[in-house]
């Protein structure tokens, strides 16, 4: 057994504020009826279609009472299913008022992945959008058979097999509307399970990672500290709200009293219009959209001047695409943050007016941090790599009904393992190498695909890449490069090659060469999903 050793341990700084110990339905609540003259609480960017902030508790209030009259409240799991749209978090709100617990599934999920997911956490009730509505009649009644209703949030058109929203509130309440008298759940916040999250399967089928109140109440806590956030009137609801790095920020947002500007689906030119048309000042980001400001000369075509600061999660940023986005977009500072589903969104932050190009920042507060060495368990000091750990009340209690990969995600002393490799300075900064189990092995050496992935995006003909290692029986591993090229370019394999050797070590070329593709695979959040390029590989392998 490894021996844990704590000689080094990074504590975030002394919290602002005790943290408060409500319920995030109580939050909200609160909120809500604090916000009684504000208008829109959440407004649909392309059709402007909107709900204001005294609608929101309305509808939520009633939704909460139908579920609670039908026998739905402690621990019943609900899931949410949609592509963004402004009735999603109406069913999340109403089930945390009931202390239900709220499961989101991703609605481009295959049926096999869907399947896996609500398996795992077998929810009694799935709201969903009209789009996929189809899937889950068909799947509940050949393959799920827990599912006991299915509820179409964003139609009034009756579909066979489920029933819209309003019909169901209706039926139930018979025109009784509970706002004045409506009474909130009660239970021990630091035990009941607010949300199942799906882990971001980048090495996996994705687990159900559980967040207590009290996990997303740190969070909330984090919201109101000037050190880490500006206030500000509106939100970019962009990142997807089935997503955790979605979900979280933007429910916060809503008991901030922010409006949330919704996008459906992604694209380009709207995102951009969009900065421009509500004058946005803080963007919440995953790395490909950053990655969109540095590059696309779509950009030029905007007024993004509003733009005062970026925040960007999920996976790493470059120092290099900070520098460009900055310089484009004229502004001071871009911010990354890390964190992981596991520990409830940002353990690691940079502060507000602090810049560290390339760090993601410090320990925040409430939380520790470990570097251990994953073989010895010691823990390491400044600028030695190794495996981040931490402690605190952000960190999950663990997988939803998975007790073993809950023991292998913690050391025997506590720590949660997130898998991720990374470092910190003197000045306690600390940046992210890679995965632990993404770093390619070549001869020996550790060749950290994220470095290869910054270096190539530099290329101006290249519009995206994944890294991963090639098999190889004499070296272990060869580093090799998907990559998607600029449209109307040329470029060579070759070419890549080239670039990366005048750039790195011998042992970090691109040996196992280049793959021109139309596209990486990536999870929700921009983390890039290496499995499906190493199931890739095999044909690539076919052709050699």
Known sequence: ????????????????????????GRLMYDSLLANPNKHEALVDAITRESISFPKLLELTCSLAESLRRSGYGINTVVSV?????????????????????????????????????LTICKPKIVFCSKAVTDKFVNLKNTKLDFIEKIIVIDSDEVVCGAETMEEFVRTTLRGYVPLGRFQLA??????????IMCSSGTTGLPKGVMQTHSNMMVRYMHSIDPRYLRQEDNFLGILPFFHAYGLITNFFA?????????????????FLKIIQDFRLSNLWLAPPLVILLAKSPLVAKYDLSSVK????????????????????????????????????????????????????????????????DPE????????????????????????????????????????????????????????????LKELIKYKGFQVPPAELESIILNHPKVLDVGVVGLPNEEAGELPLAYVVKKENV??????????????????????????????????????ILRRELRKMLTTYKSKL
């Open 1 to 24: 057994m490894i021996k844990e050793d704590d000689t080094y341990v990074i504590h975030g700084p002394p919290p602002l504020h005790p943290l408060l110990d409500i319920s995030l």
């Open 81 to 117: 299913s949609s592509e963004n749209n402004i009735q999603f978090f109406i069913p999340v709100i109403a089930s945390l008022f009931i202390g239900a617990t709220v499961a989101p599934v991703n609605h481009n999920y295959t049926d096999y992945e869907t399947i896996h997911s």
């Open 186 to 195: 009660e239970f021990d916040n630091s035990k009941q399970i607010a949300l």
């Open 254 to 270: 809503l008991v901030m009293g922010q409006k949330i500007v919704v996008l459906k689906r992604f694209q380009e030119e709207l």
């Open 309 to 372: 600061e970026i925040l960007s999660g999920a996976a790493p940023l470059s120092k290099d695409t900070e520098e460009a986005v900055k310089r484009r977009l004229n502004i001071r500072t871009i911010r990354q943050g890390y964190g992981l589903t596991e520990s409830t969104l940002a353990v690691i932050m940079m502060s507000l007016n602090d810049e560290k190009p390339g760090s993601s920042g410090k320990v925040v507060s409430y939380m520790s941090c470990k570097v251990r």
């Open 376 to 435: 010895t368990g010691k823990s390491l000091g400044p600028g030695k790599v190794g495996e981040l750990c931490f402690k605190g009340p952000m960190v999950t209690p663990g997988y939803y009904r998975n007790q073993e990969a809950t023991r292998n995600s913690f050391t025997s002393d506590g720590w949660l393992l997130t898998g991720d490799l990374g470092y910190y300075d003197k000045e306690g900064y600390f940046y992210i190498v890679d995965r």
């Open 490 to 527: 040329n470029l060579t394999e070759k070419e890549i090659i080239d670039f990366v050797a005048g750039k790195v070590s011998s042992q970090k070329t691109l040996r196992g060469g280049v793959v021109f593709v139309p596209s990486i695979p990536k999870n929700p959040s921009g983390k």
